[in-house]
């Protein structure tokens, strides 16, 4: 018998309220589901901790919660998003992420064939990531109590020697560089949760693991000052965090900013701004400038492909503290503003 | 992306503003009508490559800017109802009442949607039979069509459980009243490109030569307001009067004439109040009689609804061109995106809002 392979539950096809009350369902769940896709030696063990090696230096510990809408969604779903989301927390730390613990809080009716689906999809990222889910929980709620199921990943990771990456360390003169194309992931969600579609193109989240690319970037330069997935508020947020927490202006070249055209022409249509929508496979690094152009080549040779798109899109300076200003290619200048946060679609 | 890089040229844009330049002998006052077109010009900075003396004025065409607090608040009685949807479109949801948005009604528990067209809270109608559907129908005359469409395929189907609270209005007349209005400092007017999609060009000729003011019908990216704004400056200069179209890549001088009659089927002109401005004769839409039971005004015990503009917000002086959104008080203080007192704080299209986002950071002012 191929122990990976989770059995099937006996009599249920849906989630049940006692599937999270502990008792001999809660037991067939964990042992059915979960443990033959999740394996691993302290999840084996069934205890309510799993008990880690120590590292040597210091660690990262990061939490995330997941509540996406589609759970399945172009490009990925909850399961592997709830990985490269806590996996890319550390990696944009300058740890190497090792363990992951699973919350789960799933709605009373969710397809058991779909819980599946998501595990084992998470089993898949944690493997890519070579991390391992070693704790977990599960509880349901009655229907309509959560939108078919929230995800809370928690993650450890080590941190690698003389690296000090921090949202304060900006310098004037520093290179910003963005990994790739912006906006593919929050505009992809906003397509597939209306229902729309656009002929002829293939709008997928860019959710990815992120510590493959960061490990090539600190190999070729350990002294990177700042490094931010830019997940929620897009790079806008992340730029205008990083240019208050350092006290100093960041100005960017409209003309350098890689957008994919086809999130390019949703975003249009839209009106919404790709720089303020969510990424879930790119990350933003701040580089002292004789480095740049060096830390940008090993992104885009980086084998895994995460940075192919990487590009240098401005640069920290000494003005307007706080403020990130940008240069429209007809040289005019602009803010560029923290987002305010709900995306709403314009009128006309 | 074909239709639009061309359009964002950077060196077509800067021989049109060389050539701007060379026109320019005399300093112009310029509203642009429609907010789209603010927010075009505050994004793309194209304020900053005007010649010395050309003034842009931001207009009063933000659908969402101009929506009374009386409706909002009537939108938010509805949400507030059991058994109700209200769909409307995005930003509308944090338009400010006289007491907090839709958004924070549907934190309250009230079913708010938002959606992309009319079309979309018809389906929620159809889906939803045992509620009763409200869809919030704002806009200009670029999304009365839509509107008219729904409302005329709800009585079609016979879907009883649909209505629409209508707040529309149109762009002619508000023009007018802006020309007309004491201390009017516009010279010239950028028309309004979508809405000139539906009417055509020539709503506007008896406005410019009853008060001899050019109007140039403009698209929405840098090359096109440009062009604009430079056939516009060449019109002001050689003292001609006139409409013109510098869209002609979508704009028909006859409109969309299919649109503009399913518009007059469902709906009729009426006086309407513009927030901030006040009541404009014969400047907005409501439904005729025969739809009258797909009004939700009619179908809904509205009575209670007491409405009030906050006094600390200047928006009817931004609206009618008289100031510009930061020499307002509260512009950037107790008036931001987060907290706005007005609706021209909150739509991507309103000046208030465009003006903080680029000019004006939480931090600190910029170039202005």
């Not at chain 1, 613990?101 to 070579?130: D, H, K, T």
């Amino acid at each position: 018998m191929d122990r990976h392979c989770p059995l099937p539950l006996e009599n249920h096809d849906t989630v049940q309220l006692a599937h999270g009350a502990g008792g001999r369902l809660a037991d067939e769940l964990l042992g059915k589901l979960f443990m033959p896709l999740l394996h691993n030696r302290f999840l084996a063990r069934r205890d309510d901790q799993a008990l880690l090696p120590a590292f040597s230096g210091k660690l990262a510990f990061t939490t995330d919660s997941y509540v996406v809408t589609p759970l399945f969604f172009p490009g990925g779903d909850i399961g592997s998003l709830s990985v490269h989301g806590t996996v890319n927390d550390l990696a944009v730390g300058g740890a190497v992420p090792r363990y992951l613990s699973a919350g789960f809080v799933l709605e009373e009716g969710f397809p058991i064939a779909e819980l599946e689906r998501v595990v084992r999809s998470m089993a898949a990222a944690a493997r890519e990531c070579g991390v391992e889910v070693v704790t977990g929980d599960t509880k349901v709620v009655g229907r309509g109590q959560c939108d078919g199921m929230f995800i809370t990943t928690s993650g450890i990771g080590e941190l690698r020697d003389g690296v000090d990456l921090s949202c304060s360390n900006l310098r004037p003169g520093d290179r910003i560089i963005v990994s790739g194309t912006l906006g593919d992931h929050g505009i992809a969600l906003l397509t597939a949760r209306h229902g729309l579609s656009f002929t002829g193109s293939a709008l997928r989240s860019d959710s990815a693991p992120l510590h493959r690319l960061v490990a090539a970037m600190l190999d070729r330069y350990r002294g990177v000052h700042a490094m931010r997935d830019a997940t929620r508020g897009g790079l806008s947020a992340v730029l205008n965090e990083l240019a208050s927490a350092s006290a100093v202006g960041i100005v960017l070249q409209e003309d350098t900013l890689p957008v994919d055209s086809a999130v390019r022409g949703a975003a249009e249509l839209l009106g919404i701004d790709p720089l303020e929508v969510a990424n879930e496979g790119k990350l933003v690094a701040v580089v002292p400038q004789g480095e740049a152009e060096g830390v940008l080549e090993a992104m885009r040779t980086c084998p895994d492909g995460t940075g192919r798109n990487a590009a240098l899109v401005g640069e920290v300076v000494q003005e307007h503290p706080g403020m990130v200003v940008m240069e429209t290619g007809f040289g005019s200048r602009r803010i560029v503003e923290m987002p305010l946060g709900e995306q709403l679609p314009r009128i006309c | 992306m074909k239709y639009i890089d061309e359009y964002r040229d950077a060196e077509v844009v800067r021989r049109i503003a060389e050539r701007l330049a060379q026109a320019t002998t005399r300093p112009w006052t310029i509203m642009e009508i429609c907010g789209g077109q603010t927010h075009s010009i505050l994004r793309y900075g194209l304020d900053q490559l005007l010649p010395e003396g050309i003034s842009l004025v931001h207009g009063p065409g933000c659908p969402v800017c101009v929506t009374s607090v009386k409706t909002i608040d009537r939108a938010i009685a509805i949400a507030s109802k059991p058994g109700t949807l209200l769909a409307a479109f995005g930003d509308m949801l944090r338009v400010p009442g006289s007491s907090g948005d839709l958004a924070a009604a549907r934190s309250r528990g009230g079913d708010v949607r938002f959606v992309f067209s009319p079309l979309e809270a018809l389906q929620l109608a159809r889906e939803n039979p045992h509620k009763e559907v409200v869809f919030l129908a704002v806009g200009f005359e670029t999304t009365a069509p839509g509107n008219a469409m729904a409302v005329r395929q709800a009585a079609r189907e016979g879907l009883m459980n649909f209505s629409v609270l209508v707040s529309h209005f149109l762009v002619p007349p508000a023009m007018e009243a802006i020309l007309a209005s004491s201390g009017n400092r516009i010279q010239g007017f950028l028309g309004a490109g979508h809405v000139c999609t539906v009417t055509g060009t020539e709503p506007y000729l008896p406005i410019a030569r009853k008060f001899q003011t050019p109007v140039v019908v403009a698209g929405f990216e840098p090359v096109d307001l440009l062009s604009a704004i430079l056939r516009l400056v060449q019109m002001l200069e050689e003292e001609l009067v006139g409409v013109e179209n510098a869209y002609g890549r979508v704009v028909e001088p006859q409109g969309n004439p299919a649109a503009a009659a399913v518009v007059r089927e469902v709906f009729e002109v009426a006086d309407v109040a513009w927030r901030g401005i006040g009541v404009i004769p014969a400047s907005g839409l409501v439904l005729r009689e025969s739809f009258r039971e797909w009004d939700a005004l009619r179908k809904f015990e509205l009575g209670g609804v007491d409405t009030a503009d906050d006094v600390r917000c200047r928006s009817g002086d931004v609206l009618a061109g008289r100031i510009t959104p930061d020499s307002c008080d509260a512009f950037g203080r107790e008036c931001r995106p987060e907290h706005p007192l007005g609706a021209p704080m909150v739509s991507g299209e309103g000046a208030c809002a465009a003006y903080y986002r680029y000019r004006c950071s939480s931090a600190k002012p910029f170039s202005c």
